[in-house]
């Protein structure tokens, strides 16, 4: 694993965060710098205005030239301000804490996993793919999926990464599950299941953007937590739109664009059933009846 650094005005990483997150870059993390002050209750901290920090981008393979073009491009910097460091991994402990969903239902480690009800949990030991439940598009998934019964029906999760979309529909009784992704998730996606104690799941490898036709069946629900533009190229690629039983989840979206999607399937019949917005990030519900 890589870790990329570079300094920048703490407004320009808030901005830029989004940006990172559609073009593939999913990890990263800052420190807001705060500043101590005392208030009535004691102290407490706010956040130190015009302050700039370290923000750290995470990748699984760093391709030298290719990679740096494409950051300095993105976050608009001189190339000599990136500094580049390869990660153990073994070194590099995430922990992570419990994340409780909106419905009761909680996502848990394998260390903690006896803490809670079995019927309301998600065991997750993240092995890197994104998909751990930390992220707003992930939660508003899981908040549509878990209210959801899922008993006897099919499920298309694009885009898998960790499989937690999968995983939360596995245990509300979905029958068949094929997740799609452009890395290669299935070691991870079958770990997970295996924590899950649920069947493992059909992982497909493949770009579905530039491979046309690769999904020739009809789900009953389809995932899909991208971003944009690739939700909505993929939904071209693969004819998604030309199914019109299927229930689609569709994320990643940002709130001054997600008309584009929403656009495309009003135009093939669809309607927005419901939408849940957390930050930024905007996650619809589409169907046509
Ligand atoms: C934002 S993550 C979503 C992970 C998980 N479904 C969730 O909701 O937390 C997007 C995933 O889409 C995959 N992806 C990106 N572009 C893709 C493409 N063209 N074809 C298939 N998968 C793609 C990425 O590898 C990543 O695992």
């Not at 710098?33 to 004691?42: H, I, K, Q, R």
């Not at 990136?82 to 995430?94: A, G, R, S, W």
């Not at 629900?221 to 939904?235: A, H, K, Y």
Request: net charge negative; hydrophobic share 35%; proline share 2%.
């Amino acid at each position: 694993m890589y870790e990329i650094t570079v300094r920048l005005p703490t407004k320009k990483i808030e901005r830029i965060i989004p940006h990172l997150y559609q073009k593939g870059y999913y990890h990263t993390f800052y420190e807001v710098p705060l500043d101590v002050v005392t208030d009535a209750n004691g102290y407490a901290f706010v956040e130190k205005k015009n302050e700039t920090t370290d923000l750290n981008i995470y990748i699984n393979d760093f391709v030298e030239a290719k990679e740096r073009r494409k950051l300095v491009e993105l976050l608009d910097i001189n190339e000599s301000s990136l500094v580049v460091k390869e990660v153990n991994e073994q070194n590099y402990q995430q922990t992570f804490d419990d994340i409780f969903l909106e419905n009761g239902w909680v996502i848990t480690t394998p260390n903690s996993m006896n803490h809670y009800d079995i019927t309301r949990r998600i065991v997750l030991d993240s092995q890197g793919n994104f998909g751990t439940g930390y992220h707003e598009t992930t939660r508003d998934c899981l908040h549509f999926i878990l209210n959801q019964d899922f008993r006897g029906l099919s499920v298309a999760d694009i885009g898998a990464g960790s499989g937690v979309l999968s995983i939360a529909a596995a245990l509300k009784g979905a029958r068949t599950i094929d997740t799609y992704d452009i890395q290669p998730v299935e070691r991870e996606i079958h770990y997970q299941c295996e924590l899950n104690g649920v069947k493992p799941v059909n992982v497909f490898h493949s770009d579905l953007i530039k491979n046309n036709n690769v999904i020739n069946k009809e789900y009953d629900w389809v995932f899909l937590n991208i971003g944009t533009q690739e939700n909505r190229d993929i939904l071209n690629a693969q004819r998604l739109l030309t199914c019109k039983n299927t229930t689609f989840i569709l994320s990643g979206m940002l709130e001054w664009n997600f008309q584009l999607v929403e656009s495309i399937f009003i135009e093939a019949g669809f309607k927005l059933k419901e939408k849940k917005q957390s930050n930024e990030w905007v996650t619809c519900l589409f169907k046509t009846k």
